[in-house]
Structures are given as C-alpha cells and as structure tokens.
C-alpha cells in the first residue's frame, strides 16, 4: 500500500533545496528558506564572506550568528517531518503499552494508542475531548483540515513546566512559573489563543501577497513577451540583411561581365558590410538579450523568495503547533513586508529591431545595403496632454475657418488647408503666420481646397477636389506642376511612401492611385479577389511609417481600410456610429514611428488609436480633453500629436512618455 502525502504538504515542502534530500536537522533562515545543518556548514565554509553569507535560493544576505550550528532549528519542520514519517508505516506499537498494535492516534498527546488503552484513555476528563485519528485513515491521507502535528515544548529554566504561554511585551513562549518570575508586570495570554489570532494575521498576510505575486508572474510573462519579440525581430531582421545583400550581389552579378574586377571588389565590400550588420545585430541582440535575462532572473528570484515564503506561511497556518505559530510570525511578516518583496512599478522599455533597405545605386558600400535600426518603443501615457495650442484665423480671412488637413515641413512649421477661405496657411511652430496663398477662382487657384502633403523634395502637394489633378506648390506659394490627369476625378487625400510615390484617394472612381517618382501612374487599389469595390468613398491616406502599410478611410463606410505596399487587403477596422470602435465622420489618419496608426473621429469628437495590425488600443484623445471635430490630423518629428480642429484650433498632444 503507498503513501500518500496531504493534498496541501507538497514533497518538495520537506526537501533541502541543497542535497535534495529530506531535511536532517533543519535549520530555517531569515528568509524562510530551510536546509540541512551539514548542507549549511558545507555551504557556509564555501560561500561566507566575512560574518556573513548569500542565501542558496534567494541570495539574501544571511548572517552568521556563532556559525551554521547557530542559526534558528526548525521544530516545525522537524515535527511536520516526524508526523510524515509516522504516516508512512502502516503498524505502529502502542505508545501507552507498548504491546499491542495500535490503531488510532491522539493528535494532542501525540501517541499511538491500541483498542484497550483507548478506552482507558478517554475515561479522563482531561483526555477524553482529544481529537482520536484511526491509522488507516491516517496512512490514506483521509484527514481533517485542521489536523497538525503536536510537539509538547518545556521551558529551559523550568523544565518540567510545558511553554503554554505567550508573553505579549517580551513576544516569547514563557511556562506558569516564568509569569509568577519575571513576567509578572506583562501581560501574558494562552499560547492557544495567541496562536489562532496569529493564524489570522498570517492568512491574511500570506492572501495580501497574492496580487504581488500576480504582477511578478505578469512582468515575467511580459518579459519572455519582449525576449520572443526580440529574438523575431532579430531572425527577420538577419533574413532582410542577407536577402537585400543578396539582391545587391544578384544585381552586382548580371554587370560583372565588363566590370568583373570592380564588381569583385564591391561584393567583397558588400560582404564586409553585411558582416558588419549581422554583427552589429547580434552585439544589439546578445547585449538587449542579457539585459531582460537578468530582468528575469531578478523577478525569478523575487516571485520564488515571496512565493516561498507564503508556502512556509500557508503550512505554518496549517500544520505548525501553536508555539510555531507563534514564534515564526514576526519572522515571516518581516521576510514579507521588506522593500524588496515589491514588484517594479513597470517593465523596461523594450527594444525593437528592423532593417531598412537602402536604394540599390552603385556606390558607396554601406549606402546601397542600408543600415540596422535600434528604436526603442515608446510607452503611451495614461491620458494624453495637451502642450501647445493656437488658432489658425488669419486677419485676410473673410469667412469662418473650415479646416481639412494639417501636416508639418522639415523645419517644424505648420501647414493647414482651410476650405471656407479657399487657402493654404503655413505658420511656425509657435503660431505665427509665415505665409497664406489661394483664393477662390480658377487657374491654380483653390475652389474647394482639402488635403495637403510634404513632397521628397520639400514642396507642399495639395488637392483640391473641385480640380481633377493635384497641385504642387512650394513652401511660399509658387506654382510648381500638377500630376493626375486625366485619371483622376475627385482627390481628397494625399501621402507619399517612403520611397516618394504619392498616393491619392479618388471619391468618384471609389480608389487609391499611386505615382511614380515622375508623377505618372504607377499602381491602382480598390477592388478586391473578387473584383469587388473595397470603397465607397475614400476619404483620407496615408503610409505606416513602420511596415509602409497603406491606410485609408472611408467616410460612408465609416471605416478604416488597410493594404500592404504591394496592394493586397492587410485589415479593416470600424463601423457606423457612436461606441467603441465605431466613427461618426471617419477622417484624417497618420502614423507614428513606432507603426501605431491614428484617426480622426470628427463627430465623436476623439482619436482612435490602433496597433499597425488593425487592433484596437485605446482613444489617444477625447472631448474630456478639451478636442470638439477633430478633421486633420499628423505626429510631429517631436513625437507630439498635432490636430486641426474643423472650426480652426490647433492643438497639440504629448502621448507618449
């Protein structure tokens, strides 16, 4: 027959963490954690420094009080383990005869009694309201929750005087003689009643580390997140490095024939460089990786030191005598409550890694593979604030302001379209006007003016959707050229990729034209597999800064449509109305570095926020925040939200960290 340990005492309860063995003579340490006295002296002659020495579990500093041999011996471990063992055999003699088999167990006397002194035992008063265990039950593990193993304690100047009380100044076990002796000024009270009240204030404290151990399996949980993240980051990273050197070097390949000798220069360049790359990555990745290891470790040790010390306290409650109880509280709330049983208030800003790919001309080396980006992703704040705001009335304008768009140059000024006034206004970053062109007319002039964009090569894009192109102006208002006809019908909005292909969202032909650096058509999106039309009215555009995704909206639809750079279906996100995910008037959208995308939700008056795969993350910015008809919309060089408000506020928003 086998064995079997209570539900709630795990094996490992009763193992020195150091021989993984039973205990023999146990000794506890200030922090809960229990060894061997020989494990202890072994590890105390290897590892002490000075008169003190690193725990083997947590490495909490432990000192040394007259070497191994002083330090506190855990009765309760040594009774728990005598109770265990007992347990395990099946026949035990009587403890009161010492002839006959026994078959029941006094949990107060602690002995093994057969049939005939049962009865003799319980015609005692004071014996007879003991709680009697059967050793069958005893041996299958069918006990009462309350059951503990009982060690009688005797005091040390007193000897034959039982420990049955507890001195409440002094907090030590004290016999009858020692309260008539030296504790007669103190209150003392039954080591029973202390040792329940006890029991209480250790459940509860052992219930209020719960939620501290939560956050630190939930720190850790986010930490592998980050160590996953990373090791994805930098297998696709090291895939797009060798995949562009390998182009190059297909591209280098076709022309070798009449430039073999410089070309083999060049590869030999390139695979230098890519080396160069590929180590960099791997410095970046073993550096970043060490870091959030250590992170771990540290959490590791944490959650096992807070963990540890709540089972010590969860069997203490449980199965530790009174004396225990007692004697062991003040330790282990004092293990608890330290500093640094706290979990960090917040994970560590986590490192992204990506490749961006160079234009592949002949040249320098470094230039044509491109260059490994190390960008740390930036932590949103709680509620956006709001750090800069002015109007963009001007003192020419006739009409109310209706704005459309808003975007900023290389130099931090800022840009609006204001359809009332049939106008481009260009203002500084503090506000004041530089520059205003258009009036309403034909003839590069502006009848109903929308959106407008900063081209590669500095100057301002700008359509008009009465006009059937888009104009290209420069920063002070001169004509340039125009691109679009005589495909285009109705332009709303405007973007530019990162390799400077404009795209422009068509209202009557319900699609996205995108143009070659030359302005001629290079790319249509707007239908689906199945040749159906993705867009009733598209509305706004723009390109995810992080994976060049295209993103639209369209405002019939009230929603957010989004393809990669090649034109296939990435996600769509949102619906008619006023909750949760939902638009009433679907405008503007932009993007951060970090691949988050924003729209504008004017009659809802906030920002939706969502991650680049289309999930939902929070409104960056509501009515409570002082934002009414948000149209226009764009993330400054600084990292700051910029919003054009539709009756002619600007207002900007710090909301990340």
């Known amino acids: 027959m086998a064995f079997r340990l209570p539900e709630d005492i795990e094996e490992n309860f009763l193992t020195c963490q150091i021989c993984l063995d039973s205990f023999k003579e146990p000794k506890t340490l200030p922090c809960l954690h229990s060894f061997c006295l020989k494990c202890l002296k072994d590890y105390v002659k290897n590892f002490a420094v000075n008169i003190s020495f690193p725990c083997p579990v947590c490495k909490q500093d432990t000192p040394i009080p007259e070497g191994a041999e002083g330090l ?8 728990l383990q005598e109770f265990v ?7 035990h003699k009587c403890s009161t005869c010492s002839t006959n088999t026994a078959t029941v167990w006094c949990q107060e006397c602690n002995h093994f009694l057969c049939e005939s002194c049962l009865k003799f035992h319980g015609s005692f008063p004071a014996t007879s309201v003991h709680d009697i265990l059967s050793i069958t039950d005893i041996f299958e593990g069918k006990l009462p929750g309350n059951v503990k193993p009982h060690r009688v304690s005797f005091c040390q100047k007193h000897k034959k005087e039982e420990l049955r009380f507890f001195c409440t100044v002094d907090e030590t076990l004290v016999c009858r003689d020692c309260i008539v002796t030296e504790h007669k000024a103190h209150v003392c009270s039954d080591v029973i009643d202390v040792a329940t009240a006890h029991r209480t204030q250790i459940r509860q404290l052992v219930e209020s580390m719960q939620p501290r151990l939560a956050s630190f399996n939930e720190m850790k949980r986010k930490y592998v997140h980050q160590q996953q993240q990373l090791m994805s980051d930098k297998k696709h990273t090291e895939n797009d490095i060798t995949a562009s050197a390998n182009n190059i070097i297909r591209l280098i390949n076709e022309h070798c024939q009449t430039l073999l000798g410089q070309i083999n220069n060049i590869i030999r360049l390139i695979n230098e460089h890519c080396q160069t790359l590929l180590g960099q990555i791997n410095n970046t990745y073993a550096v970043e990786m060490r870091q959030i290891t250590t992170e771990i470790e540290s959490v590791d040790m944490a959650t096992a030191s807070v963990q540890s010390a709540c089972d010590f306290g969860e069997q203490l409650v449980k199965h530790g005598a009174d004396n225990e109880v007692v004697t062991y509280k ?31 001309e002949i040249g320098d080396v470094k230039g044509i593979i491109g260059s490994v980006i190390e960008r740390i992703e930036r932590k949103l704040l709680k509620r956006a604030k709001q750090v800069k705001h002015f109007v963009a009335k001007t003192a020419s304008d006739k009409s109310a302001c209706y704005l459309r768009a808003v975007t900023t140059t290389k130099q931090g000024d800022v840009v609006v379209t204001d359809q009332n006034n049939h106008k481009v206004k260009v203002f500084s970053s503090c506000g004041n006007l530089k520059v205003e062109f258009g009036h309403k007319g034909r003839n590069k002039t502006f009848k109903n003016v929308w959106d407008v964009a900063l081209t590669p090569d500095d100057n301002l894009a700008i359509t008009d959707w009465s006009d059937k192109c888009v104009n290209v102006h420069t920063l002070k208002g001169g004509y340039v050229s125009n691109f679009g006809q005589p495909y285009i019908k ?70 957010i449509i989004a393809f990669t750079s090649g034109g296939q279906l990435r996600y769509k996100y949102g619906a008619p109305g006023p909750n949760d995910q939902q638009f009433r008037g679907a405008g503007a959208v932009c993007s951060d570095d970090d691949g988050k995308v924003f729209i504008a939700d004017a009659m809802n008056h906030r920002i939706h926020l969502i991650s680049q795969d ?16 948000p149209v226009g919309i764009t993330v400054t060089d600084d990292g700051l939200l910029m919003v054009a408000e539709f009756h002619g506020d600007i207002k900007c928003f710090k909301y990340v960290e």
């Open 72 to 79: 506190r011996t855990s009765f309760f471990l040594m009774n």
């Open 330 to 360: 003040k330790v282990l709330h004092k293990q608890l409550t330290k500093p640094e049983m706290d979990p960090p208030q917040a994970v560590r800003q986590k490192l992204r890694l990506n490749f961006r790919a160079a234009k592949v």
């Open 490 to 559: 109705k332009p709303f909005g405007i973007t530019y990729t990162k390799k400077g292909k404009a795209v422009v969202a068509d209202g009557i032909n319900k699609c996205l034209y995108i143009h070659g650096l030359d302005g001629s058509l290079a790319q249509y999106i707007g239908k689906g597999e199945d040749e159906q039309e993705l867009f009733t009215n598209p509305l706004y555009v723009t390109t995810n800064k992080s994976n060049q995704d295209i993103v639209a909206s369209d405002r019939s639809k009230e929603c």
């Open 85 to 91: 063992s007992h347990r395990a055999t099946v026949v």
């Open 614 to 629: 289309g999930t939902f993350l929070r409104y960056v910015v509501t009515q409570e925040d002082g934002l009414m008809d």
